[in-house]
Nanobody, 124 residues
Framework: QVELVESGGGLVQAGGSLRLSCSASGLPDYDYAMGWFRQAPGKGREWVACIGWAGSARYFADSVKGRFTILKEDRYVSTVFLQMNSLKPEDTAMYYC????????????????WGQGTQVTVSP
């Protein structure tokens, strides 16, 4: 049984930092790309970042480029982190991690496995 569990969300002031974690278990292979998405109230699910299965390919949405980074604990999918710096109130959302086979994509419906989400709230 595949399980993705996010943690690390919370309340932070603008300009602060948070580090989200996604712990993955039960994936049938090791070569999964891991993505982060977010969804604010009343808005659609937005792609934030993705790291390829080998860990070398990393992609970021323009809205977070230069502020967020994504990294894997090791080559094999176990734990993926989203380091968020210089947070802004517009970063407030529920953050989800997701997994898909092999390569990164930006569309949420191309990811097969999802976590339950962790809330990030950035106060002005």
């Amino acid at each position: 049984q595949v399980e993705l569990v996010e943690s690390g969300g919370g309340l932070v002031q603008a300009g602060g930092s948070l580090r989200l974690s996604c712990s993955a278990s039960g994936l049938p292979d090791y070569d999964y790309a891991m993505g982060w998405f977010r969804q604010a109230p009343g808005k659609g699910r937005e792609w934030v970042a993705c790291i390829g299965w080998a860990g070398s390919a990393r992609y970021f949405a323009d809205s977070v480029k230069g502020r967020f980074t994504i990294l894997k604990e090791d080559r094999y999918v176990s734990t993926v982190f989203l380091q968020m710096n210089s947070l802004k109130p517009e970063d407030t959302a529920m953050y989800y991690c997701a997994a898909r086979k092999s390569y990164c994509r930006k569309a949420w419906d191309e990811f097969n496995y999802w976590g339950q989400g962790t809330q990030v709230t950035v106060s002005p």
